[in-house]
């Protein structure tokens, strides 16, 4: 029963333009997490339940540029995963994120659990993939 407004022709420029300037990276690392959350949700790990596809694509689209572009496809995955994790988990530090358009806010002051639950999921694949230190 709610609205929803998004702005696709942004979404898509966006994100094309985040993959060209990481090496086409950006994509590489938003579909290995999409299928480790897909695995995770399938095995029973509640924190998957929580975090969409989309969700994902937003939370490595707020990743620096600098995270990607590592010698190999793992280490842009942990890079990404440990920062967003690191973020999330004090949400003073992703207040500002944004969804892919730039235009929504991806934390809204009215899902205050929102970064709390990506926290938990990103620990959760450090610990799935094996992506510690």
Known sequence: ????????????ANGRSKNERTGRRYKMVVRVLKGLR?????????????????Q??????????SV???????????AAVGHIWYSAYDPNRCSNWAEVDE?????????????????DFFWAVREYAGLKD
């Open 103 to 119: 235009i929504k806010s991806l934390f809204p002051a009215d899902q205050p659990d929102r970064p709390k639950e990506v926290a």
């Open 1 to 12: 029963g709610k609205f929803i407004v998004n702005w696709p022709e942004e979404t898509l």
């Open 68 to 78: 990607f572009g590592n010698d190999a496809l793992y280490d842009d995955v942990k």
């Open 56 to 65: 994902i694509a937003c939370l490595v689209y707020n990743e620096p540029d």
């Open 38 to 54: 897909n695995e995770m949700e399938e095995k029973g790990h509640a924190s998957a339940k929580l975090i969409s596809s989309f």
